[in-house]
C-alpha cells in the first residue's frame, strides 16, 4: 500500500511563499489525477489543486494564479509551489489520489500571518 508523506510546511508572512513535496513509497503513475488538498481549523478539506499523469493542471478559483502544482512519475513525488500567500490560505496541506484506496498522510501544516 503506497504510502504519502507530505513536508515543506511553515510560517510565513503575507505576499511570502512557499514549496510543499509530497514523496510516496510506491509509484503513483496508477492515480491517474493526483490532487493537493488543504484543510482549515473548522472547515472541510478542500482540494485546491490537481494534476493529471499526464500534467493536465486544474486549480480552484481561490489559488489560481497563485499556485502551482507539478509532478513527478518517475520519482514518485509531487509539489505544489505557493506564491503571494495570504491568511486565509492557512491550512493543513495534503496529498492524495483523487480516487485510490490510499491512506491520507499527517500533512504538512501552512500558517500565513497578516
Known amino acids: 500500500q503506497v504510502q504519502l508523506v507530505e513536508s515543506g510546511g511553515g510560517l510565513v508572512q503575507a505576499g511570502g511563499a512557499l514549496r510543499l513535496s509530497c514523496a510516496a513509497s510506491?509509484?503513483?503513475?496508477?492515480?491517474?489525477?493526483m490532487g493537493w488538498y488543504r484543510q482549515a481549523p473548522g472547515k472541510q478539506r478542500e482540494l485546491v489543486a490537481h494534476?493529471?499523469?499526464?500534467?493536465?493542471?486544474n486549480y480552484a478559483d481561490s489559488v489560481k494564479g497563485r499556485f502551482t502544482i507539478s509532478r513527478d512519475n518517475a520519482k514518485n513525488t509531487m509539489s505544489l509551489q505557493m506564491n503571494i500567500l495570504k491568511p486565509e490560505d492557512t491550512a493543513v496541506y495534503s496529498c492524495?489520489?483523487?480516487?485510490?484506496?490510499?491512506?491520507w498522510g499527517q500533512g504538512t501544516p501552512v500558517t500565513v500571518s497578516s
Open positions: 492524495h489520489p483523487i480516487v485510490g484506496p490510499v491512506p
Open positions: 510506491g509509484s503513483i503513475v496508477s492515480f491517474n489525477i
Open positions: 494534476i493529471t499523469s499526464g500534467g493536465v493542471t
